[in-house]
């Protein structure tokens, strides 16, 4: 077992078929089949099932991808540390839900240390990679929430995951419409008077986690879903099609992206709580250290 075949797994679970995995990676199928068949032989399990229809993942095989998604992403953080050309640069890593303060205090900590020469991340992705990210050491330091009705199984995986979660700010539900909406001048509204419109909701991608949610309301069932996992697509959504989307009413003016949208109190109640995570037991940067002096300047908790 190597570090490329367990890559190569990565891309075939990730893909259709096994000819779409093989031209991403740049090989041949039959070279790729055999470095699998080779893998699974060495493990002694079956990591997937061909069909005429394709490719998936078996039983054992879903509970190995656990395993290498952990073990890839602990190599490509020392590949990048240790034996990439960046190896004399400072580096800082922040993985994020879509919380544009998270933003604002990354900038932050760029402009007060400012070091010679550095590579800095900032990932704005799904909860659980949130999670995974900080677990794997791949970031310092996550940004993510939880609403009462996805409270249990985010506690939980915070002590899966040996994670610390502190509290930042507890914010109401708040629809965001574009302005030109008809409802956008309402002080309040209810779901129901949404009931019209698409909600435009952001992409978890797992089936049957909408406990991972980063929005309110999680558990209810709308009308008219549409799922993006592109803010600027969501914006274009949103406008085009007079839809929705449900957040925590923090909209900033200076962020292009989101100029023209109207954040509307939601009746309904399922307010959010969001913090930062870092593993437990973990020594910060000095950049992680300023970067959570920054995110307390937004605490109101």
């Known amino acids: 077992m190597n570090i490329t075949q367990l890559k190569y797994v990565l891309e075939i679970a990730g893909s259709s078929s096994m000819r779409e995995a093989a031209s991403k990676l740049y090989v041949t199928q039959p070279a790729l089949s055999a470095s699998i068949r080779e893998l699974e032989e060495e493990l002694g399990i079956l990591i997937f099932e061909r069909t005429n229809k394709g490719i998936s993942l078996t039983g054992a095989g879903r509970e190995f991808l656990v395993y290498v998604k952990k073990a890839v992403g602990q190599y490509e953080i020392l590949e990048d540390r240790y034996l990439s050309k960046d190896m004399d640069k400072e580096h800082f890593s922040v993985s994020t839900q879509h919380y544009n303060f998270a933003i604002k205090a990354f900038t932050e900590v760029i402009k007060q240390l400012n070091p010679d020469k550095y590579v800095f991340s900032i990932h704005e992705t799904k909860t659980r990679e949130v999670l995974e990210d900080v677990r794997n050491l791949k970031s310092e330091v996550g940004i993510v929430s939880f609403s009462g009705t ?36 309402r002080e309040e509204v209810s779901i129901a008077e949404m009931k019209g419109y698409p909600c435009i909701s952001f992409d978890q991608e797992e089936e049957g986690t909408f406990y991972l949610t980063e929005e309110a309301m999680a558990d209810y069932s709308f009308d008219k879903m549409i799922k993006s996992d592109d803010r600027a697509t969501s914006m274009e959504l ?42 437990k037991g ?14 307390l300047k937004y605490k109101d908790l």
Request: no cysteine.
């Open 150 to 185: 996805t409270e249990a199984v985010i506690i939980k995986l915070f002590r899966e995951y040996q994670l610390e979660f502190t509290p930042l700010m507890r914010k109401e539900a708040y629809i965001y419409v574009w302005e030109n909406h008809k409802l956008a001048d």
């Open 238 to 279: 949103i406008h085009d099609l007079s839809g929705y989307s449900i957040g925590s009413g923090m909209l900033s003016q200076d962020n292009a992206i989101l100029r023209g949208l109207k954040a509307v109190k939601l009746k309904e109640e399922d307010p959010l709580v969001i913090g930062y995570i870092i593993r």
């Open 282 to 295: 973990s020594n910060l940067s000095t950049y992680g250290q300023l970067y959570i002096e920054e995110l």
